[in-house]
């Protein structure tokens, strides 16, 4: 470890977080000294008016950094550019720059600005406003808007904050009434455009080739300047997302204080037992509740991520209830943050960290945007948060110049987390993944080629906007469906109603059913169809904006899930059986006795039954659900391997080159690659485990030998299996060290045990799976190495996936 100055506060920290456990029981895995990095500045552009320069200044800006003043110095040039430096990088003024220079300049000039969420919104606007420059006329356009303020917006408002759901629902469909708005845009703001990834980044995509060209049916081309947390390919993506080129400026010129990186792996508990009585693990927002405690009482400013609402909340009061022991003033110095606070709210929380009046804050995500926090002592992460951009996002909130900071990963019970804390470099050396989005999705692009006709009928030379052959694909499919109809001039919609309404872009597609307080008639929200009986299923545990409820009943037919307001100790995980059926294949790779392939398949599911889990992983018990089956029409990548290779088989036990993987011991060896595998692809693409799904047996029809499929969970798929088709040398690589990591004797949730297996984890052989993926690896392996023709995708995978 580095003897920095800088870092002995951070060391000390460790110290203190760690005091009290045994050597033996160090659940420390790996120690990391991130060096400080000293500002870079740059002179404030000759084309800024001297009042924008001015008021920056007055807003604490003495000169730009170099990165800032590069980009912006694209966007005035008229180039469409994305910036994707880290957290506290300084990306909000590489945007205010330019449109404030416009807006000054130009009285008729107006700016779009688009945030992933409405508080992020809100918390930009604000910055705008109080730079206070007479004529912007700075205005939000959202959910929250009040109907007679809206007019004033659409009339007056030259830089209009909205988010992509308004975008999509209350301008774009009403461009008409925007007509003074359009003909005079000059710039679109896409903030924290990293988020826009799976099917609502596809959604998002699609939607801005539909705001280019309603601008330019009023005659704009405006510039498009993205605003991104560290990624790869920045250039790459950006020009997905928006479908012009993009230029990328990535290196980062601010300041950084120094900070020292722990991995901690929580100990395996020897007095609870899990599913099929496996060992489990202290749960990570346990550990970090004490850890936080621990922090808080050393004095310093600490934030804790947790992936739930609930999970925060729970964080906060462990925290409060360790230092309330130890004085019981310090209980006050912790509190929980969570999506749903009033920006006020949020307000107090920043003045009350930043004063030292709290200490120390549980937090979900909603903390990664919009919340103007940095510079912290320490930042604890419970749990991957499912990206390396948001693992950098959230550990960025630490580190102040001239000061160290510390950041702690607690690994969950979970077989990623596994495998992170025991190899730190795919954590801390590997670069950061690309988002994934499929624009070309024809589940995507078919609700939104029906939206764009609408606004304006489609012509033949706007399709290669919308992705060429395939957007002709869906257009001929609208036609057939009497949804659009065909003239020698273009696409028409046919009905008077406008589909944007029926258009839920970060869903996937269909009816949503509503979730409904029983008692109040109060809508707390919307879930997809497809993801309803695993998540809103009668006894499920729902979380809305930090309170809970259990649902009542769920009618499916009516479209609606009744619940009532309850907290109970457990939380509920749903438990499905899965079949799979191959519809097309599209691309397959054959080494040896190892098939490889990618292509459409039918997954038809049934959820049975869940578990009720206490926060410690202990399971109380599992309920039986009468379910209707779903069919799920999307994209797999699968492998197939042969008798001959598997070599236990009974005509040909032991056959030469055989691995002697026992008949009787093959679907349990199957069984908990699959669950490994889907554990571990969230590494490679950016999803979560829950986007994902898994089948595997010892003989299916289609393939007609031992299969491991792991497909999207949206229909026509996200992307995700495409980019492990692209990654499966690394992806079955690390799944197979994740497995070999474990310390467990015969698998557990941190290896092989999967939270949502509809067969109860059973069977499962965790010395099997390192088997199969000995065997795949191996002849994928052995092909490469003896010059083989591999397909290109698959080729150099790391080259894919950053």
Known sequence: MSDSPDLQGARRLLQRAIAGIPEERNPVTHVADLPARHARFAPWPKWAPEPVVAALRAGGIARPWTHQAEAAELAWSGRDVVVATGTASGKSLVYQLPVLSRLTTDPKATALYLAPTKALGADQLRAVSAVDLDGVRAASYDGDTPLHERDWVRDHARWVFTNPDMLHRGVLSAHARWARFFRRLSYVVVDECHSYRGVFGSHVALLLRRLRRVARHYGADPVFVLASATTAE???????????????????????????????????????????????????????????????????????????????????????????????????????????????????????????????????????????????????????????????????????????????????????????????????????????????????????????????????????????????????????????????????????????????????????????????????????????????????????????????????????????????????????????????????????????????????????????????????????????????????????????????????????????????????????????????????????????GGVSTALHADTGEATVFVHDGHPGGAGFADRGFAALVPWLAATREAIVSCECPAGCPSCVQSPKCGNGNDPLDKAGAVTVLDIVLGAVNHEDRHGHEVDQAAEDPAAKIG
Request: hydrophobic share 45%.
């Open 234 to 692: 920045p250039a790459w993506f950006a020009s997905r997302l928006t479908g012009r080129e993009c230029t990328a400026v990535a290196a980062d010129a601010s300041p950084r204080g120094a900070r020292t990186v722990a991995l901690w792996e929580p100990p395996l508990l020897e007095e609870l037992a899990g599913e099929n009585g496996a060992p489990v693990r202290r749960s990570a927002g346990a550990e970090a509740a004490r850890i936080l405690a621990e922090l808080v009482i050393e004095g310093a400013r600490s934030l804790a991520f947790v992936r739930s609402r609930r999970g925060a909340e729970l964080t906060a009061l462990g925290a409060k209830r360790i230092l309330r022991e130890v004085d019981p003033e310090l209980g006050d110095a912790v509190a929980a943050y969570r999506a749903g606070f009033l920006p006020e709210e949020r307000r107090a929380l920043e003045k009350a960290l930043l004063t030292g009046k709290l200490l120390g804050v549980a937090t979900t995500n909603a903390l990664e945007l919009g919340v103007d926090i940095a510079g912290l002592d320490a930042v604890v992460l419970a749990g991957y948060p499912g990206t390396l951009a948001s693992f950098w996002q959230q550990s960025g909130r630490a580190g102040r110049a001239g000061a160290g900071a510390l950041v702690v990963f607690v690994a969950r019970d979970d077989p990623l987390d596994t495998y992170l804390v025991h190899h730190p470099q795919a954590l801390l050396d590997r670069p950061v993944e690309a988002a994934v989005l499929d624009p070309a999705n024809p589940y995507v692009l078919a609700p939104q080629l029906a939206c764009a006709a609408a606004e304006l009928p489609l012509t033949a030379a706007e399709l290669d906007d919308f992705g060429g052959s395939a957007a002709r694909e869906v257009l001929d499919a609208l036609v057939a469906d009497k949804m659009l109809r065909r003239r020698p001039s273009g696409w028409y919609w046919t009905s008077r109603d406008r589909p944007q309404h029926d258009v839920d872009i970060r869903g996937s597609g269909g009816d949503q059913v509503a979730v409904v307080e029983a008692d109040t008639s109060r809508l707390l929200g919307t879930v997809d169809p497809g993801s309803a009986c695993s998540t809103v299923h009668q006894g499920a545990v729902y979380l809305h904006q930090g309170s809970s409820y259990v649902v009542d009943e769920l009618d499916l037919e009516a479209g609606i899930a009744l619940v009532h307001a309850e907290d109970p100790e457990w939380n509920t995980s749903a438990r499905e059986v899965v079949d799979i059926a191959v519809l097309e294949t599209l691309r397959t790779e054959r080494h040896g006795g190892v098939t490889v392939c990618l292509g459409e398949v039918a997954v038809t599911s049934q959820v049975v039954g869940y578990l009720r889990r206490l926060p410690t992983g202990e399971v109380l018990d599992h309920v039986a659900l009468d379910l209707p089956e779903q069919v799920l029409r999307t994209r797999a990548v699968w492998y197939t391997i042969t008798d001959e290779l598997l070599g236990g088989r009974a005509e040909r036990d032991r056959a030469p080159g055989g691995a002697g993987l026992e008949p009787a011991r093959l679907p349990g060896a199957l069984h908990a690659a699959e669950h490994a595998a889907i554990g571990l692809l969230p590494l490679f693409a950016t999803c979560d485990r829950w986007d994902i």
